[in-house]
């Protein structure tokens, strides 16, 4: 461990951090269990105690460092404190027969809690469930050193001990769920001419225009993810040929039967194609493309496939209240929206529809989960706007919330993975051919 010295007021010790790092087991397995505790000493000169629980698990140094706490259950000698969920690797760092330390406190308002007294167990003594093995004597040192007739401060007992096994992402994967990516491109009229330079969809036949390079960059990451890599591309907001119809969801290949295009070079390729045939039009309607993947979700809920919209767009919208509508029902549903904002605009609404900090609602309907995630392009492009600074920073913040969206339709639907297929070993003995 190291410790590092705390400075700010010149000529004052402000204290020190001490770091000590432990190489983490790779044990998945969370428990669930809640205790209660019987005739603990009375603290409160009016009333009883206050009672709260502090876990501690032991180091490989032998020393000690708090990993839960529980809350304070008011006025009571007699407390049952509520069930919580902590990772084994917080509670022992996966070595079940590590110390555990559980010290019982009575709460005061000041911060001054008062110590009642302590007790050790671990993680297998804990895994017996309720049973007369976990009933502990709660001790106070102190007293148990003064008073000759001390023989507890009360006992604390294990309620219940259940083990969950954590799963990941990876693992549903590995099961054989799909991940189906559908690429939606904001056509309107907000976007610039794409005869001028100044236009988000500029057809510069030397370099990629900002909808080339945000589509590119982040295709390029998701396509690892999709088992097929054919992606149903489309676009929303332009006047079609021939007879100058708005559509806010029309196949960028031209086939609205199958609007599948193979990888994203596929997808560019559309996309350019389309710039030269559509006309940008307005306004910026999201609502129909979300529901156009939503019918798609809505038909699938087993677990076995879950599906992402990736939207590319300048952030300006139209439809705000009907998106909004369309995405708490798509938070039913087994899929995830991506928006990408490109050019310099305010991006407020796109924000909101991301809900980290507000939980998105419609009609006085909140979202079962949230589902969107909002990634700002300009933050990842040099100045001259050509270059992409970091792939690895501009992957990550993409998909930082779909491992968490998708674990979050699944416990919620109490689906498990399927058990991965065993890996392919060649036959041992080649047989021989007779001549």
């Given at each position: 461990?190291?410790?590092?010295?705390?400075?700010?007021?010149?000529?004052?010790k402000?204290?020190?951090?001490?770091?000590?790092?432990?190489?983490l087991?790779?044990?998945?397995?969370?428990?669930?269990?809640?205790?209660?505790?019987n005739?603990?000493?009375?603290?409160?000169?009016?009333?009883?105690?206050?009672?709260?629980?502090?876990?501690?698990?032991?180091?490989?140094?032998?020393?000690?460092?708090?990993?839960?706490?529980?809350?304070v259950?008011?006025?009571?000698?007699?407390?049952?404190?509520?069930?919580?969920?902590?990772?084994?690797?917080?509670?022992c760092?996966?070595?079940?027969?590590?110390?555990?330390?559980?010290?019982?406190?009575?709460?005061e308002r000041?911060?001054?809690?008062?110590?009642?007294?302590?007790?050790?167990?671990?993680?297998?003594?804990?895994?017996?469930?309720?049973?007369?093995?976990?009933?502990?004597?709660?001790?106070?040192?102190?007293?148990?050193?003064k008073?000759?007739?001390?023989?507890?401060?009360?006992?604390?007992?294990?309620?219940?001990f259940?083990?969950?096994?954590?799963?990941s992402?990876?693992?549903?994967?590995?099961g054989?769920?799909?991940?189906?990516?559908?690429?939606?491109?904001?056509?309107?009229?907000?976007?610039?001419?794409?005869a001028?330079?100044?236009?988000?969809?500029?057809?510069?036949?030397?370099?990629?225009?900002?909808?080339g390079?945000?589509?590119?960059?982040?295709?390029?990451?998701?396509?690892?993810?999709?088992?097929?890599?054919?992606?149903?591309?489309?676009?929303?907001?332009?006047?079609?040929?021939?007879?100058?119809?708005?559509?806010?969801?029309?196949?960028l290949?031209g086939n609205?039967?199958?609007?599948?295009?193979?990888?994203?070079?596929?997808?560019?390729?559309?996309?350019?194609?389309?710039l030269?045939?559509?006309?940008l039009?307005?306004?910026?309607?999201?609502?129909?493309?979300?529901?156009?993947?939503?019918?798609?979700?809505?038909?699938?809920?087993?677990?076995?496939?879950?599906?992402?919209?990736?939207?590319i767009t300048?952030?300006?919208?139209?439809?705000?209240?009907?998106?909004?509508?369309?995405?708490?029902?798509?938070?039913?549903?087994?899929?995830?929206?991506?928006?990408?904002?490109?050019?310099?605009?305010?991006?407020?609404?796109?924000?909101?529809?991301?809900?980290?900090?507000v939980?998105?609602?419609?009609?006085?309907?909140?979202?079962?989960?949230?589902?969107?995630?909002?990634?700002?392009?300009?933050?990842?492009?040099?100045?001259?706007?050509?270059?992409?600074?970091?792939?690895?920073r501009?992957a990550?913040?993409?998909?930082?919330?779909?491992?968490?969206?998708?674990?979050?339709?699944?416990?919620?639907?109490?689906?498990?993975?399927?058990?991965?297929?065993?890996?392919?070993?060649p036959?041992l003995?080649?047989?021989?051919?007779?001549?």
């Amino acid at each position: 461990s190291s410790k590092l010295f705390l400075e700010g007021i010149p000529g004052k010790k402000c204290g020190t951090i001490i770091l000590t790092a432990e190489e983490l087991n790779c044990c998945r397995d969370s428990v669930l269990m809640q205790f209660c505790a019987n005739k603990l000493d009375k603290k409160d000169f009016f009333g009883k105690s206050d009672p709260f629980l502090v876990f501690y698990r032991s180091n490989e140094d032998g020393s000690f460092t708090i990993c839960h706490k529980t809350e304070v259950v008011k006025n009571t000698l007699n407390p049952v404190w509520q069930a919580f969920k902590i990772s084994v690797r917080a509670l022992c760092n996966g070595d079940y027969d590590r110390t555990i330390k559980i010290e019982v406190y009575d709460w005061e308002r000041d911060g001054s809690h008062d110590f009642i007294g302590e007790f050790t167990t671990s993680y297998r003594e804990m895994s017996r469930g309720q049973s007369q093995f976990n009933v502990y004597e709660v001790i106070n040192p102190k007293k148990k050193g003064k008073k000759k007739k001390y023989i507890n401060s009360g006992t604390v007992t294990l309620l219940s001990f259940l083990i969950e096994t954590e799963v990941s992402f990876l693992d549903y994967i590995k099961g054989g769920t799909q991940i189906n990516f559908t690429v939606a491109i904001d056509f309107t009229a907000s976007n610039g001419n794409p005869a001028q330079p100044t236009s988000l969809h500029y057809m510069n036949p030397y370099q990629l225009n900002a909808y080339g390079m945000a589509l590119k960059a982040v295709g390029e990451i998701i396509q690892d993810y999709d088992s097929d890599k054919m992606f149903p591309a489309l676009g929303f907001g332009a006047k079609l040929p021939p007879d100058g119809r708005v559509s806010h969801e029309f196949a960028l290949n031209g086939n609205p039967q199958n609007p599948y295009c193979s990888g994203i070079d596929g997808v560019m390729e559309a996309y350019y194609r389309s710039l030269k045939s559509v006309q940008l039009y307005g306004p910026t309607n999201f609502a129909p493309v979300i529901s156009h993947v939503a019918r798609y979700a809505s038909s699938v809920k087993d677990g076995s496939q879950y599906f992402v919209l990736l939207i590319i767009t300048d952030g300006v919208i139209s439809d705000m209240a009907q998106t909004k509508e369309s995405i708490v029902n798509a938070s039913k549903l087994p899929m995830s929206i991506i928006i990408v904002g490109v050019g310099p605009a305010e991006f407020d609404a796109m924000e909101e529809l991301d809900g980290d900090v507000v939980r998105i609602s419609s009609r006085g309907k909140y979202a079962e989960r949230d589902i969107v995630q909002f990634v700002p392009f300009r933050d990842y492009i040099d100045r001259s706007g050509n270059h992409v600074l970091s792939m690895a920073r501009l992957a990550k913040d993409v998909l930082a919330e779909i491992p968490d969206q998708f674990l979050s339709y699944m416990r919620a639907r109490g689906i498990k993975p399927s058990p991965a297929p065993p890996p392919y070993t060649p036959p041992l003995h080649v047989l021989q051919t007779q001549i």
